[in-house]
């Protein structure tokens, strides 16, 4: 079946750093989403991504779908206390009944 | 926006008893609703869809005779965790996903989780 994986699993930062996040799917997706979860809380949609190299921002965050879009990137520039989370992927392949696939998620600590 | 709400958030059950937790979308219809479980530090697994007005479809490994599943309305699906038992204690959480409008848009909006304990 469709498998996402997700890395690092864990990243602690200094306040001001970057952060990266990145996913790779078993099989070409027709739409990738990410998500941030927030301790003690439910994931919260942050971004669609659909076409094939498609970049997109939102203020200090980057997203991108790699060219055969089967990966993704979410970059955080200059993380502050408010980023702390968890970032997950997800992976959506039609032939699987449109269900998203979740990544294992990415735990962000940011040290102020 | 889009609001799903979900009751209860926290819920602590006897071994052998039932428990239902309800998922509502407040300002949209949802016609597919997913059922998800996650684990103290660990991604969502999706248990099952749930379609309005049929019957729901489950992940491979989640017993459907335990876990029961209704979409009786386009704004409520429930989840009923029949016989429960220590180790279906877990975090439960529902997405509705929006009707297609113009542009495929699969975002899925969630519920604020159901905590439950099973003693």
């Known amino acids: 079946g469709q498998q996402v994986m997700q890395i690092p699993q864990y990243q602690h930062v200094q306040e001001g750093e970057d952060f990266t996040t990145y996913c790779n799917s078993s099989?070409?997706?027709?739409?990738i989403q990410w998500y941030k979860q927030r301790p003690g809380g439910h994931p919260v949609f942050l971004i669609q991504?659909?076409?094939?190299?498609e970049v997109k921002k939102q203020k200090r965050l980057t997203f991108q779908f790699g060219e055969a879009k089967k990966n993704s990137s979410l970059h955080i520039t200059a993380t502050q206390t408010t980023d702390v989370g968890t970032y997950f992927c997800?992976?959506?392949?039609?032939?699987?009944?449109?269900?998203?696939?979740f990544g294992a998620g990415t735990i962000l600590r940011v040290k102020s | 926006g889009a609001v799903v709400s979900q009751h209860p958030s926290r819920v602590i059950c006897k071994s052998g008893t039932s428990v239902k937790i309800e998922c509502r979308s407040l300002?949209?219809?949802?016609?597919?609703m997913f059922w998800y479980r996650q684990f103290p530090k660990q991604s969502l697994m999706l248990m099952a869809t749930s379609n309005e007005g049929s019957k729901a479809t489950y992940e491979q490994g989640v017993e459907k005779d335990k876990f029961l599943i209704n979409h009786a309305s386009l704004t409520l699906s429930t989840l009923t965790v029949t016989s429960a038992h220590p180790e279906d204690s877990s975090f439960y959480i529902c997405s509705a996903r929006k009707p297609f409008s113009s542009g495929l848009s699969y975002e899925q909006y969630f519920g604020p989780g159901t905590r439950l304990t099973v003693t």
């Open positions: 099989t070409t997706l027709s739409n």
């Open positions: 997800a992976g959506l392949q039609r032939l699987y009944g449109n269900k998203l696939v």
């Open positions: 300002d949209f219809q949802a016609t597919t």
């Open positions: 991504l659909v076409k094939s190299g």
